[in-house]
């Protein structure tokens, strides 16, 4: 199931924060996961440099939360549903 601002017809603005954020926390893990993968390694078409190292960096940050708000991998559904228990 995926995480969706549709998924439910009128949430509250606490369940929206709650939403958000599962989705963010999906992100940032599928970010470290793209970083041990070595995604964010520069590659070396693009001449290398510190600039090619921050941007490699933010490209798999930014993937990641795309994959993470494309549905990603379920781990933000579970997140929410857990930080929902507790409110």
Known sequence: MQV???SVVQD???IQRLRETAIRMEGAFLAEMLR???ADRPRAELGGG???DAFS???AREQADHFARAGGIGLAEAIFEAL???V
């Open 12 to 14: 509250t603005p606490q």
């Open 84 to 86: 929902k228990r507790e």
């Open 4 to 6: 969706s601002p549709t």
């Open 57 to 59: 960096s933010m490209l």
């Open 36 to 38: 041990h993968g070595g």
């Open 50 to 52: 510190a600039g090619e």
